[in-house]
Every structure is written in C-alpha cells, then in structure tokens.
C-alpha cells in the first residue's frame, strides 16, 4: 500500500466551514492528501461575515505542533492566519527545523480591502515567513503590503517577493485582471483562471493555497502545483454551494452536491436494510 501523504495546515477554524481549517482540510481531501491541523485562532463566521474572534495562546499553538509533527509528519505545510507577530514568530522558528515545503498564503486583507493585520505582523511575515516558503500565494492586496509598493502591477509584485526571499510566488488579482501572476528564479507569466459567476467564491483563496500545499505533498514541482491548484479553485466556484448559507456560498472541491443519498442508485446504496 502506497504512504498516505500528509498536509498540515496551520491557520484559524472558520464555523461555517467554507474557508480557514475546515476549508483547508477538504480541499486537501480532494486531491488525497490527509491533512493535520495547527489552531492559531477560531472565529465566530458565516456566509456573511466574521462576528467574533478568539486566539489561541501561542504555547498552546507550539504544543499542537509538538503534538502532531512527531509522531504524523508532514510531507507539505500550509501557513494562513497568523493573528500575531508573536504566533509568526513562533511558528516560524518551529517550522525552521521541517524538512517539507512550506505554502504562506498571508492571511492579511480581505478581498473587500478590510486589513487583518497590523504593521508589526507585515514586518515579522516578510522577514520569518517569506524566507521559508516554497511558494508565497498572497491576494494583490497582500503582496503590496508585504513588498511595499502599492499600485505595482502583478508581476512586480510576484517577483518582488521572489527578491524578498520566498521561492516561488503566485500574486491572485481581481477584477478586469483575473487569474493569477506566478514568478520564481527563471519564470514570471500570468496563470489564466475560468471566471464562474455563481456567488460562490467563499474560500476559494484557502482552497487554492490548501491545494497547491496537497499537491505539493505529492510531490508535484510548484509550477504544475500551482497550475493544477489554479484549476481545481476554479471548478470548485463553479460547482459551488449556492444553497448553503444566505452570503458569499461556499466552494465545493469534494462534489458534495453530487454525492448526496437521492433514495436510489446512488453511492450510499447498499444490499439489505435493518427491517
């Protein structure tokens, strides 16, 4: 039997389970990679926003990765939500000393523009985090914080980042300019993305960072990581969940809407019954 490949993604719980942890362990799920989970932070969220937050103190963070790297291992770590330059700080010394590609998808505005974090935590990201990454898969907003030149276009940005010390880096724009820039050391070009319309683009940004972190415990190379990852965040606003929830809906990686017991033929049918 073949090793299960493992991701561990470390970030905050999002309770209606479209993004954040519970986004970043389907999406993992989807391409068969198991994933472990690090809480620096759980908030009070849904469809239609975040009404409360709570941080985990950050030894009780350090005691998760001493519970689970030990004895589960990671063959690639995502980093998200670090709430904190002391998290930052924390975590990135401890993963220092992991031998598995690191994701940082930074964590740090909104894409409505709202910022996440302060100066401090820019500052400690930039210099902690982006030295450790594999790849680095901040929203535009993020990149032109973390690189500081704002109105920079994308592919500035992505190899900005790359000079700053991350291996590789995947810049997701918006608007007129969709898709994504990618740059590392011998390559900087746009990664188209299907534009689907349908309301559901609510974890798209972790899925896409959690694939690309799967993918990579498989051991796909970045670019073809980035490329497949690129594809299957699209599929999964296309396939969204548009019953679920009253605001932004939910990504669907894992065919939920597919695989639901209709009454026959379908996958939960088996011989006999309990009558």
Not at 19 to 41: E, F, H, P, W
Not at 132 to 149: D, M
Not at 219 to 236: H, K, N, P, Q, S
């Amino acid at each position: 039997m073949a090793r299960t490949r493992v991701g561990l993604t470390i970030g905050s719980s999002d309770s209606g389970g479209g993004a954040g942890i519970q986004g970043d362990v389907k999406a993992m799920a989807s391409v068969g990679c198991y994933a472990s989970t690090v809480l620096v932070g759980v908030t009070a969220q849904s469809t239609t926003g975040v009404t409360g937050r709570f941080t985990v103190p950050v030894d009780f963070v350090l005691a998760q990765l001493d519970a689970v790297l030990p004895d589960i291992g990671a063959d690639a770590v995502k980093v998200g939500m670090t709430w904190s330059a002391e998290h930052v700080e924390a975590v990135a010394t401890r993963l220092s000393t992991v031998d598995a590609p690191v994701v940082v998808d930074p964590v740090m505005v909104t894409a409505a523009g709202a910022s996440l974090a302060g100066a401090d935590v820019v500052g400690v990201v930039r210099a902690l985090l982006l030295p450790l990454a594999a790849v680095v898969t901040p929203n535009r907003a993020e990149a032109e914080l973390l690189t500081g030149l704002p109105g920079a276009p994308p592919r500035e940005l992505a190899e900005r980042l790359v000079a700053l010390g991350a291996r590789a880096a995947v810049v997701t724009c918006g608007g007129a300019e969709g898709g994504e820039w990618y740059a590392d050391s011998g390559l900087s070009r746009g990664v188209p993305r299907p534009g689907h319309r349908t309301g559901a683009e609510h974890g798209a940004g972790c899925a896409h960072s959690a694939l690309v972190t799967g993918l990579l415990a498989h051991g796909f190379g970045v670019r073809e990581a980035v490329a497949r990852a690129t594809a299957l965040a699209a599929d999964g606003v296309r396939d969204g969940l548009v019953t679920v929830g009253g605001g932004v809906h939910p990504v669907d990686l894992l065919g939920l809407g597919r695989r639901a017991p209709s009454g026959s033929g379908n996958a939960f049918d088996a011989p006999g019954d309990l009558r």
